[in-house]
């Protein structure tokens, strides 16, 4: 059975496959529900465009007049119940020009208080199409564990002009007791990192 992370993340990037136009009257606007960007208004000036492309789940190019103080790419997970000992864990398949190391986290949330989460390791977008994954085991005393919280996974974006692109992206949960994380992270993120040499060599054929 899916976790509720794994449904609500398998249904965004559904979505996203299915999407092939933004509106352009808002193009720096997700026409998806779950997934939004978000940014400083007060010291932030910026522009962001978006696109769609078949090979893709979303690209984005934003063009950074004043930096903000945060700007983020923000995918609902909604409300799920986590125990400690329980491995939330991310893969995923991109690139960035200029290279960036971003570092994505998990927002708790429950009523008007809220704390964050980070990955064990952040996130290398690199200028060459590649995967990565990244884990977090939910410790007794962390803000995931438990149930009746709200959750939403945030990846911070560069405050700088970026373009960036999304091919794929993955959530799991793994509970406690199952196989190791690092074992099925590494097969997943090496099955994405097939499927991306694979295309490298198609187009370049």
């Known amino acids: 059975m899916l976790h509720p992370f794994e449904k609500s993340c398998s249904k965004i990037v559904s979505a996203l496959r299915k999407t092939t136009l933004g509106d352009p009257a808002n193009p720096g606007e997700i026409p998806v529900e779950g ?14 465009t978006t696109a769609y492309p078949g090979d893709a789940l979303l690209s984005l190019t934003a063009e950074v007049r004043s930096a903000p103080q945060w700007f983020t790419l923000n995918l609902v997970l909604g409300e799920a119940e986590l125990e400690a000992g329980d491995t939330v864990g991310l893969v995923l398949d991109s690139h960035a020009s200029p290279a960036s190391n971003l570092d994505i986290f998990i927002r708790s949330s429950e009523g008007e208080a809220f704390e964050d989460t980070p990955l064990d390791r952040p996130a290398e977008m690199r200028a060459r199409r590649s995967a990565g994954s990244m884990v977090h085991e939910v410790q007794p005393y962390s803000a995931m564990a438990g149930s009746g919280k709200f959750h939403t996974l945030i990846i911070p974006l560069p405050s700088h002009d970026v373009s960036l692109t999304l091919f794929d992206l993955r959530l799991f ?4 007791g199952s196989a190791p994380a690092t074992i099925i992270e590494g097969s997943v993120a090496e099955l994405i990192e097939d499927r991306a040499t694979q295309e490298d060599e198609l187009s370049e054929a």
């Open 35 to 48: 997934i939004y960007m978000s940014w400083d208004t007060e010291e932030g000036d910026l522009s962001v």
């Open 173 to 176: 949960v793994l509970p406690k």
